[in-house]
């Protein structure tokens, strides 16, 4: 496997349910952050983790719990969703956060959700 | 703050003509200025990026982009569209000073017709 993957492809889920999506880089990065694509909406950030800590959350609501056990692992645990929430959910990578040049973000194929 | 308008949610190009998407920013820093492509169903794929230097900038697939301070612009264009490069395009913005945040704009779905 090279750049960053992601599992599953597709999750589909009743809102009471709890499910974990997967992102795995391997780049040596030492940043990982999740997106969220939703129809007609920019892109929006939702965590950054540098080196396992989390140094962004961007007013997610709490039903939305990351986890970033190593450098190359990030999950995304999910439970009680609405189906507002349905979208797809985007991982990336960078060698670090300080913003310079080599900090350019490698993203994963997502993960379609679709919330019920 | 930064913030990204791309001008055009669709463009339609014929085969063979040239693809010109547009891109306006905002930043109180100088920028480092990023376009991404998505093919259907998939992720984002980097196509160019302006960090420092040379202002026009050539990227894979025969992408290039021009960063122009004075017009706050990073313009992506190709002289001759493929049928290939039918999909999404996100123009992005970050700066030192916010870290790294990604500031993407709408998006400009291409389409080509032969």
């Known amino acids: 496997e090279t750049g960053v993957t992601q599992t599953p492809r597709h999750l589909v889920m009743g809102m009471t349910n709890k499910k974990s999506l997967k992102c795995e880089q391997h780049?040596?990065?030492?940043?990982m952050y999740w997106y969220k694509q939703s129809a007609k909406k920019p892109l929006e950030l939702m965590f950054v983790?540098?080196?396992?800590?989390?140094?962004e959350n961007n007013s997610v609501p709490s039903r939305f719990s990351p986890e970033c056990p190593n450098s190359s692992h990030l999950f995304l645990h999910l439970h009680t969703l609405q189906p507002e929430d349905s979208a797809l959910y985007l991982c990336?990578?960078?060698?670090?956060?300080?913003?310079?040049?080599?900090?350019?973000?490698?993203f994963g194929p997502g993960t379609r959700l679709t919330v019920l | 703050a930064q913030s990204v308008t791309q001008l055009g949610s669709h463009v339609s190009v014929s085969e063979g003509a040239l693809v010109l998407l547009r891109c306006n920013y905002s930043?109180?820093?100088?920028?480092?200025l990023f376009w991404y492509v998505q093919y259907p169903n998939q992720g984002l794929q980097l196509l160019l990026k302006?960090?420092?230097?040379?202002?026009l900038v050539k990227g894979i697939n025969g992408f290039e982009a021009e960063f122009k301070k004075s017009e706050t612009s990073f313009h992506l264009t190709k002289p001759s569209a493929h049928m290939s490069d039918a999909a999404e395009y996100f123009c992005?913005?970050?700066?030192?000073?916010?870290?790294?945040?990604?500031?993407f704009g709408g998006g400009t779905r291409v389409l080509v017709k032969p």
């Open positions: 780049l040596g990065h030492n940043a």
């Open positions: 302006y960090t420092t230097g040379a202002t």
């Open positions: 983790y540098s080196l396992e800590e989390r140094v």
């Open positions: 992005a913005v970050s700066a030192r000073a916010a870290g790294n945040k990604l500031t």
């Open positions: 930043s109180s820093v100088p920028p480092y």
């Open positions: 990336a990578s960078s060698q670090g956060t300080s913003g310079t040049d080599l900090d350019t973000q490698y």
